[in-house]
């Protein structure tokens, strides 16, 4: 129903920005939570951040919190990450996902629907 398509992962440096872009397809954006986990090596995927419907509300990881910023755009259907300040620790795949609700969740088996994910690695 929903098809999700991650965009904008790359090799940058430890200090630097990058912008994932996640672009939606099929279904209604706008009825849909939208978040983005990650996962890295031998590591399981976790929580990153998460917008409700109308971006009424966001939620963060501690881990990103204050660097990281999740926004959407419900006329492009597309959610962004844009990531600033970048650490190694950051490293990792980052998948887009959707939820059908008008909250938030942070774990991924909330969530319906995900996309192939782009990887981020960040060098020291």
């Known amino acids: 129903q929903v098809r999700l398509v991650e965009s904008g992962g790359g090799l940058v440096q430890a200090g630097d920005s990058l912008r994932l872009s996640c672009a939606a397809s099929?279904?209604?954006?706008?009825?849909?939570?939208m978040a983005w986990f990650r996962q890295a090596a031998g590591k399981e995927r976790e929580f990153v951040a998460a917008?409700?419907?109308?971006?009424?509300?966001?939620s963060y990881a501690d881990s990103v919190k204050g660097r990281f910023t999740i926004s959407r755009d419900n006329v492009k259907n597309t959610v962004y990450l844009q990531m600033n300040s970048l650490k190694p620790e950051d490293t990792a795949v980052y998948y887009c996902?959707?939820?059908?609700?008008?909250?938030?969740?942070?774990?991924?088996?909330?969530?319906?629907?995900w996309g192939q994910g782009t990887q981020v690695t960040v060098s020291s």
């Open positions: 917008i409700t419907r109308s971006s009424s509300s966001t």
């Open positions: 099929g279904g209604t954006f706008s009825l849909y939570a």
């Open positions: 996902a959707a939820d059908y609700t008008r909250s938030v969740h942070t774990f991924p088996q909330s969530y319906d629907y």
